[in-house]
Antibody
Framework: QITLKESGPTLVKPTQTLTLTCTFS??????????VGWIRQPPGKALEWLAL???????RYSPSLKSRLTITKDTSKNQVVLTVTNMDPVDTATYYC??????????????????WGQGTLVSVSS | QSVLTQPPSASGTPGQRVTISCSGS????????VYWYQQLPGTAPKLLIY???QRPSGVPDRFSASKSGTSASLAISGLRSEDEADYYC???????????FGGGAKLTVL
């Protein structure tokens, strides 16, 4: 079965760079059409999409955060890494990674996430 | 302010049918698929509906969704206490070139 798990620091200081790793099993990012996305949720607030990477290394970023985000994949390790630069207290949130099962001509970039990790809470404070 | 507008709350009694709306525009709902997620307290979101009205395997048929023009709605029939959760609509926005989520609707089962 498909599982995903986020890992990384629980606390970062303002201006630091956050690096989060999503380690997954049950699928391969070598498989055509498959993708992995990152979504975050500040405490008590709504979900916010961050980034998406596909089997072919196509990458999509949130327009509002694009300058601060980098998403990469390591297919051999079954991992996807998200870096967020210049962290600020407003970036305090639970960060989730999720599996995107399918990409076709009808829809390749929509928020089609069928399996999610448990999430990891990242706090930003000095 | 979310690009997709949802009512902040909804409620119903056990057995009732409730609907949650999601209002967008021509650049998102009007031209792309809508997705719905259920988030139970303290848990990760769960995909409830994909591609406007498709249910993943394992999602009860009490949950249904539709889309018309630039709006979409999620309907839950035979309401149960375990349906108490936050519900999010989501989609792709062509103008923003990104995924957008609604602000979420908190469903209370009275």
């Amino acid at each position: 079965q498909i599982t995903l798990k986020e890992s990384g620091p629980t606390l970062v200081k303002p201006t630091q760079t956050l690096t989060l790793t999503c380690t997954f099993s049950g699928f391969s990012l070598d498989t055509s059409g498959v993708g992995v996305g990152w979504i975050r949720q500040p405490p008590g607030k709504a979900l916010e999409w961050l980034a998406l990477i596909y089997w072919n290394d196509d990458k999509r970023y949130s327009p509002s955060l694009k300058s601060r985000l980098t998403i990469t994949k390591d297919t051999s390790k079954n991992q996807v890494v998200l870096t967020v630069t210049n962290m600020d207290p407003v970036d305090t949130a639970t960060y989730y990674c999720a599996h995107r099962p399918h990409c076709d001509s009808a829809d390749c970039y929509g928020p089609y996430f069928d399996y999610w990790g448990q999430g990891t809470l990242v706090s930003v404070s000095s | 302010q979310s690009v997709l507008t949802q009512p902040p709350s909804a409620s119903g009694t056990p057995g009732q049918r409730v609907t949650i709306s999601c209002s967008g525009s021509s650049s998102n709902i009007g031209s792309n698929f809508v997705y719905w997620y259920q988030q139970l307290p303290g848990t990760a979101p769960k995909l409830l509906i994909y591609r406007n009205d498709q249910r993943p395997s394992g999602v009860p048929d009490r949950f249904s969704a539709s889309k018309s023009g630039t709006s979409a709605s999620l309907a839950i029939s035979g309401l149960r206490s375990e349906d108490e959760a936050d519900y999010y609509c989501a989609g792709w926005d062509d103008s923003l070139s990104g995924v957008i989520f609604g602000g979420g609707a908190k469903l209370t089962v009275l």
